[in-house]
């Protein structure tokens, strides 16, 4: 396991929710035996974000604006990119319904399919990239390459498994592809993941077409997006570690995404 990887993780849970929260609520409770007015209103302040962080409401007014940012591709064939290349979103760890080897997880899996649909309108080759940080056996890339070939019959012509977060994507695959000449490339990543992956990649020296998939603030409010759920607190936590992650790339490598 990558200990950068693993200590870069526990401090962005401590600074995102839901832990983020309860440290607050934390902080107010011990604050209020001898400030009980501030304690209190810390507290409240724990309980009123999770209420809002949790809802589909609070999650598209806090994620929309940087979806807007990511609008879908017009047109694939247009674009006068010489590759496509895909960033992994995670995996299903030992899944017996596939003999227990690792699965590409759900974010991965839309990915995939929408890089596939791209390759097919094109016919450009494919580049996988995502390593495994955590110390898993194979690579997401690997993973990723599996399931483009078995699951979509789309070929793969690079499979960058090295990387352990969205700088060394860019980094990897820039090596890769500029050995191959290619400097212009379809980008595939989630909407709200694109802005930050887009920067890096042309800081890298990449031209990028940006080709999001994984939109979630398109569906009109309705009754049920001002009822918390896991789900929408899941979006909420997404959305901001992406905001962070985006000011830790501005401090470390100047990219104003």
Avoid at 87 to 115: N, S, V
Avoid at 160 to 172: K, L, M, V
Avoid at 217 to 230: C, G, M, S, Y
Wanted: aromatic fraction near 6%; hydrophobic fraction near 45%; include cysteine.
């Amino acid at each position: 396991m990558n200990i950068s990887w693993l200590v870069t993780n526990a401090l962005a849970s401590i600074m995102l929710p839901p832990l983020s929260l309860l440290l607050l609520g934390i902080c107010g409770h011990i604050a209020a035996r001898h400030f009980r007015r501030l304690g209190n209103g810390l507290i409240l302040l724990a309980i009123a974000l999770f209420l809002l962080l949790s809802t589909g409401a609070g999650a598209r007014w806090l994620g929309a604006p940087l979806e807007q940012r990511s609008l879908p591709l017009a047109s694939a064939a247009g674009s006068d990119a010489q590759a496509i290349v895909i960033l992994g979103g995670g995996r299903l760890y030992a899944a017996p319904e596939d003999g227990g080897r690792d699965i590409p997880g759900r974010q991965t899996l839309i990915r995939l399919r929408h890089g596939a649909k791209l390759q097919r309108q094109t016919g450009l080759p494919v580049m996988v990239s995502g390593g495994a940080p955590d110390g898993a056996g194979e690579s997401e890339a690997v993973l990723m390459a599996r399931s483009l070939r078995e699951d979509f019959r789309v070929p793969v012509r690079w499979t960058e498994d090295g990387s352990d977060n969205t700088a060394q994507n860019a980094q990897f695959s820039k090596q890769q592809l500029q050995q191959a000449g290619i400097t212009r490339v379809l980008l595939v990543t989630d909407a709200l993941h694109m802005p930050r992956a887009k920067a890096i990649f042309t800081k890298a020296g990449l031209t990028v077409i940006a080709a999001p998939t994984s939109f979630f603030a398109q569906k009109p409010l309705a009754a049920e997006d001002f009822i918390p759920n896991a789900k929408s607190l899941e979006i909420s936590h997404y959305v901001l570690h992406e905001r962070l992650g985006a000011l830790w790339y501005e401090l470390r490598y100047g990219i104003k995404d």
